[in-house]
């Protein structure tokens, strides 16, 4: 085993996670946030720098979609499809 430091400036996590029972966020919309935004990093030659990836539940089921953008640790939360323009300025806020 080793450590590494993070390998992205940006490393954004969406939650696609589908419950059984109760609030989630992939049947709000979550699989569509997350290929629009892999295909727009790619769009704006971000590809090595930002990474977008799906992830399971961030215990955010209630106020999902939730998002989080690491190394900074910020959160975007009742994220929709129709929010993917905001949800673009922040990365560009949030990269470096
Ligand atoms: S299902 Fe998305 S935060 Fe829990």
Partial sequence: MRTETEPYDLHILVCTNQKEKGASCGPKGGQEIVDHLKAWVKEQKFKG?????KSGC???CESGIACVAYPKGEWVIEAK???LPAIEQ???GNSP
Avoid at 49 to 53: C, I, K, S, T
């Fill in 90 to 92: 922040w990365i560009l």
């Fill in 81 to 83: 499809p129709s929010d």
């Fill in 58 to 60: 961030l215990g955010k």
């Fill in 49 to 53: 720098r930002v990474r977008v990836n």
